[in-house]
Each structure stands twice: as structure tokens, then as C-alpha cells.
């Protein structure tokens, strides 16, 4: 069975309001202005950045950057001997924890149409459900349900399909926990025998169950790398990297998605070309981004020699879109019964189409 690895950037969670490097400073200031008792604590961090600017006066510098701003404190505290203050790590995860949007509720009690609302009401956060049930190959069924017991006309069922068409890897440079919690919903709202949720914790060989290594750090717990030069520096991620690399070396087939491979981000170049060195079977790249003035195509066209390999300028939006349309389409769903395994065609479609 093929093996696929996504690598997701900011821009694949951007489409739900959760900053990019670009604009995370701005939308900052949007929280703090809008309530500063709250994030009083980001004078500290912008008093430090008004304090940066001095280097305009000889170098060329992006002081709206958050990963700039960020990468030049930290090579200053560095070679202090210090790390980067505890005040950046709690802005950083403020920041994308108030522009998270809340975990998306899934009525226990659908509708006669209950198909169309698999993940939830909202259809912006439901679009991400398509994605992570299409990672795990889960079906969902519709079965009568013992009214003296449940009091429900029906129950609702997930599983896996036993006729996956892949199995499936995700590294994440994001902190927001999009697909965690969409994967929680899911096993939370569905009744299910086995837990759905994604490995993010160990290497399984097998790619029985779906790995998910968020190479900057998460939300769920105090581990932030900052999105800097140094990230080598932070001992505690280093498992996470190994997985990662090794996940890549079992890779089929590499897809990025929302991720403009920006120059300052070396450390993931040196990721693949070391992961690609014991890469026994690599036959595709793939990436899916949003280009405006084709910066971002010819990154990736110069970094990139192997000869399977495409670029599509495209949304994420449409990405998913065209998931849900696949899973939707009358061939693929059965009375009483939706399956999600249709990642590898949906992708194949977004990739042709003009």
C-alpha cells in the first residue's frame, strides 16, 4: 500500500483566520487593542520589537515578520547563553489560541440528510473534517438504534475502511491543533471500536495508525519551538524530528500544502535531502499553494530536481473542497452508509483540473 506524507504550512490553516508569519503581528495587536487588560503582557513583546528597528538603519529587515523579528532576538540571546524569553513563548501561543476557532460540535442526533453534516454545522471547520476521516480511512454508518436503550430512532457509527487507498503521514509546521480536534469530535460524537484520533507520540512502522508530528511544537502542551533559525537548540523536539525523518524515508509520495518553502526555512531542506538519502521508493512531490506572483513556484522549482513533480497554484479551500465533493458523489455514497477513502482520486482531480 502507498505511503503518503503530507507537510502542512501555515497556509492550510489560514483559510480559518489563524495567523501567518506575515500578519501575526498585526492580528496581535488587533487582540491586544481590542482588549488590553487581557494581553497586557504583549507590551513587553512589543516594546522589544519597537526596539529592533535600529537595524533598518544598515540591514535590510522585515520588522512585520514575526519569524524575522523573532529570529533576531534569538540570535542575540544565543550567543548570551540564553534561551528566547518565556514572554515570546506565551505570545506566541496566545496569539493562535485566540484565533483558533472553537472545537466544532457534531449533533449526536442528525438529521434525515445526515450526511451533510458528517463534521458539524460549520462548513468552513467541516471541510477540515473531510481531510482528517480521509487520512484514516473511516466510514461512517447510519444503524437502527434500541429506542429503550438510547432513546434514539438511530445511532451512528465510524470505522475504518478495510479498503484504504493509502495509508497516510502529516508533518505539521503549525501550533493550532485544527486536526486534533476535529479527530477528538469526531471520536467524541460517532460511536466507534477503536479510538480515532492521529500518532503523535512514536514511529509505527506498520503506518497502521496515522502519524501526526507537529515539528514546531503544539498548543496542547508548554513544548513551543519559536519559528527561528534556531530550532536545532530545542533538545525536547528532537523526537518528534526523528519521527518525522523517518516518515519521510518511508514516504511514496510527498505533499505540501499551504507551505511557501520560504528561504529562511533551510532546516526543512536539510530535512528532506537527508531523509530522501535512505528513500528506497520516492515517486512523486507534489505541492499545493497559493501563488500570486509565482515567488513561491520558482522556490520550489529550483529546490526541486526530481522529475515527478508538480506545483499547483491553488487554495487549500478548493483542496478540501474538492475532497467533500468526491466523498459526496452518488457512486461513493450508499444508503445508510458515507466512506472517506477517496483522498487519493481527489487529489488526482484538484492536480489536473485547469
Known sequence: MEKVVYIIGAGFSAPLGIPVMGNFLFKSKDLYFDNPDKYAHFNQVFETINKLSVTKNYYDCDLFNIEEILSIIEMNEFLEGKKLKVDFINYIKNVVSAYTPASQDIDKNLPSNWEDFLFGRNQDIALYGYFVASLMGLIFEKRKSNQIVTMRSHDFMAGISPQQQARYAVLSLNYDMILENMASAINEQYINDCRIEFNKLSYDSSWSS???????????????????????????????WKNAFQL?????????????????????????????????????????????????????????????????????????????????????????????SHLETAHETFMNNA
Open 210 to 240: 496515522t502519524h501526526l508530528a507537529k515539528l514546531h511544537g503544539c498548543l496542547s502542551n508548554d513544548e513551543i519551538v519559536p519559528p527561528t533559525w534556531a530550532k536545532g537548540t530545542h533538545d525536547s523536539i528532537v523526537p518528534v
Open 248 to 340: 519521510l524515508n518511508d514516504a511514496n509520495h510527498i505533499r505540501f500544502i499551504g507551505y511557501s518553502l520560504p528561504v529562511a526555512d533551510s532546516y526543512i531542506k536539510y530535512l528532506l535531502k537527508a531523509a530522501v538519502i535512505d528513500a528506497p521508493h520516492l515517486k512523486s512531490l507534489d505541492v499545493i499553494c497559493m501563488d500570486n506572483d509565482g515567488a513561491t513556484k520558482s522556490r520550489y522549482d529550483n529546490f526541486f530536481e526530481f522529475n515527478n513533480y508538480r506545483f499547483k497554484n491553488g487554495s487549500v479551500t478548493n483542496y478540501l473542497q474538492v475532497l467533500k465533493d468526491q466523498v459526496h458523489s452518488r457512486k461513493n455514497i450508499k444508503k445508510d452508509y458515507v466512506s472517506t
